[in-house]
């Protein structure tokens, strides 16, 4: 046995229940999750570095207008992109909802600001900025420092960071060695692209690419698209793309209550069943038996988490999109507390669920809050994974909380001792779900729900900075 692996099986035979004090924590990104992650540790009153690779704060929500070298995010010595932001893009959903509870996400006033409900892109980077700035958190970021591994020796963490050199180029890159008590993982998961597997793609003529890099319609200007994946990205990009092409052709592998066919309210956007094959003389057929001749196709087939610094000798992995073995998709057993990942979970309401995870984080790191026994964690887990094969669900959708994320940000609530989330926002989030399904196209615009504003807006007050 090597004295990583000592030093692991060391890690794993420590008590979970630490008393109560203060740590050193490395918190990997300033995204959303990076940020609430840093105010929650603080909070507790632990010592806190978070390292992130870019010059600002705000991760997803920082818009690049260029793209990657690679179009399908394939190479892996390209320059990564972090953000999959479009220009178009607004969110999905109404701000009430969608920022940290105890820092509502409100209309300001000031340049450049968009008070809409459902705000362009820009709007929430700003919040993000002026959460990190209310909250003093820039302090403790490592700008342009990029951590390039996380591994254990003799019970601690070893982080190794490197700062990038400055823009004239004097400055040298500097290399870091720390070590830290505890590392919590916000490095994001919406950048790493999945590709569909499309048979004879390799003869196939014409252009690919991923939704992480699109941006704007106009290199789509009177061709033929063939987009694969009817989720966000889908929706959203097809009817941005279909501005300005001549045909979108949707191709999608679970089709629900959708028709398949050319769709209503538009001249050029059809929906099919999912590719079947794509040929040497530039044809993609449909399995329905239909065919296209297309420019492009456009996977808008989502994200695959990656972790390309983190070395837990397999204690952590990644398998069909499944991160695990994760106790409450936070700690792994086995490494707990020392380790712990905010962000995990799709199909949710991000922001007040990252500050749910980060407040159960901090208080267990300080020994506030207990752990059960790794062995009963992992038990947890091992239940957890034969529910979700009983039911039927593939690995890749281990995380997709869409059917219990109250549930889940209830009884983490419960855990850290704070209160539960509010009425008013899970019924607003179940009012946008069937507002966006009945009406995709106007529902950042229309709404009926006034009255769950009203009550958003009169619980909003009582949140005062400190
Ligand atoms: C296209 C798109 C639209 C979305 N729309 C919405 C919406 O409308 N509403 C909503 O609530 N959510 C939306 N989301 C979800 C969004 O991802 C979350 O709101 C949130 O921004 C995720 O934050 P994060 O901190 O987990 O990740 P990120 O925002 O990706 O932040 C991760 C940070 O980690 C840094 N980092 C990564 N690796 C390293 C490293 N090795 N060293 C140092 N730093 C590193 C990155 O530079 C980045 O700053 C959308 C996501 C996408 C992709
Ligand atoms: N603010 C906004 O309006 C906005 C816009 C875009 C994105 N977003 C957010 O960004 C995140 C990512 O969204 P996303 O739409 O990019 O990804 P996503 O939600 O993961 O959806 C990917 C889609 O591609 C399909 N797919 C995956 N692999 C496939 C394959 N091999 N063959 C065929 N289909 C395949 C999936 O189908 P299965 O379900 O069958 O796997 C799914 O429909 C989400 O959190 C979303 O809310 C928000």
């Given at each position: 046995?090597?004295?990583a692996?000592?030093?692991?099986q060391r890690l794993?035979?420590?008590?979970v229940q ?6 050193n924590v ?5 995204g959303?999750?990076g940020?609430?992650a840093a105010?929650e540790?603080?909070r507790?009153?632990?010592k806190v570095?978070?390292?992130e690779q870019g010059?600002?704060v705000?991760?997803?929500?920082i818009y ?5 070298s690679?179009?399908?995010?394939l190479?892996?010595?390209?320059a990564?992109?972090?953000?999959s ?12 909802v969608m ?12 340049k450049g600001r968009?008070?809409?409900?459902f705000p362009g892109h820009?709007?929430?980077f700003?919040y993000?900025?002026?959460f ?8 403790f970021v490592?700008?342009?420092t990029?951590?390039l ?5 003799e019970?601690?963490?070893?982080v ?5 050199a400055?823009a004239d180029g004097d400055?040298p890159?500097i ?5 830290y008590?505890?590392?919590v993982i ?5 950048t790493e ?6 048979p ?5 003529p014409g252009k ?6 699109y ?7 009177d061709?033929?698209?063939?987009l694969i ?5 889908g ?7 279909a501005?300005v092409?001549?045909e979108?052709?949707?191709a ?6 959708e028709?398949?066919?050319?769709q ?7 929906l099919?069943?999912m590719i ?7 044809t993609v057929v449909?399995?329905?038996g239909?065919?296209?001749?297309p ?11 990656h ?17 695990g ?5 936070v700690?792994p057993p086995?490494?707990?507390?020392w380790?712990?990942?905010?962000g ?10 990252f500050e749910?995870?980060s ?6 790191l300080?020994g ?5 026994l790794p062995?009963e964690?992992m038990?947890d ?6 529910k979700l094969?009983a039911?039927?669900?593939p690995?890749?959708?281990?995380h997709?909380?869409?059917d219990?994320?109250f549930?889940?940000n209830?009884?983490?609530a419960?855990?850290c001792g ?5 009425e008013?926002?899970k ?7 069937r507002?966006?399904q ?5 529902y ?5 729900d006034q ?6 807006n009169e619980?909003?007050?009582q949140?005062?900075?400190?």
């Open positions: 046995m090597d004295m692996s000592s030093s692991l794993a035979m420590m008590p630490v008393s109560r004090s203060s740590r490395a918190v990997i990104g300033a959303a999750a940020l609430v105010r540790l603080r507790e009153g632990h570095v978070v390292y010059q600002k705000g991760g997803t929500w690049d207008p260029n793209a990657e690679d179009p399908l995010g190479d892996p010595s390209r990564i992109v972090q953000s932001l479009y220009d178009s893009l607004r969110t999905n959903l109404p701000r009430e920022g940290f509870r105890d820092y509502p996400f409100v209309a300001k006033e000031g968009d008070p809409r409900r820009r709007e929430v700003l993000l900025e002026d990190a700035r209310d909250f003093e958190i820039l302090e490592r700008f342009e990029e951590v591994h996380v591994g254990m020796e019970g601690k963490w070893i190794k960071s490197r700062k990038r400055g400055d890159l290399d870091s060695d720390e070590v008590d505890g590392v916000c490095n994001g998961h919406f692209p999945r590709i569909a597997e499309i004879g793609i390799d003869s196939w690919q690419m991923h939704s992480h890099n941006r704007v319609p106009d290199p789509f200007r061709q033929v698209v063939v994946g009817s989720s966000s990205s929706a959203d990009i097809s009817r941005d793309i501005r092409a001549k979108v052709h949707i999608v592998r679970s089709i629900t209550n028709t398949i066919g050319k209503p309210g538009y001249e050029n956007i059809w099919h069943s079947k094959g794509a040929h040497g003389d530039g449909f399995q329905d239909s065919s296209v001749l420019d492009v196709v456009l996977h808008c087939t989502g994200y695959k988490y972790f390309p610094f983190l070395d837990t000798h397999d204690i952590v992995t990644v398998d069909d999109n499944r991160v073995p994760l106790y409450k998709h700690f086995l490494l707990a507390p380790l712990s990942f905010i995990l979970p799709w199909k949710v309401i991000p922001l007040p669920m749910f995870q407040k159960w984080v901090a208080g267990v300080s506030r809050i207990v752990l059960p062995k964690m038990e887990v091992e239940n957890f994974y034969s094969e039911a039927g669900w690995k890749r959708y281990t997709n909380m869409a219990y994320q549930e889940y209830d009884w983490l419960t855990e704070c209160s539960v989330s509010e008013w926002r019924q607003m989030y179940e009012a946008t779900g507002s966006k009945a009406r995709p196209e106007t950042r615009d229309l709404w009926e009255n769950l504003i009203s009550q958003a619980d909003f007050p949140y005062k900075l400190r």
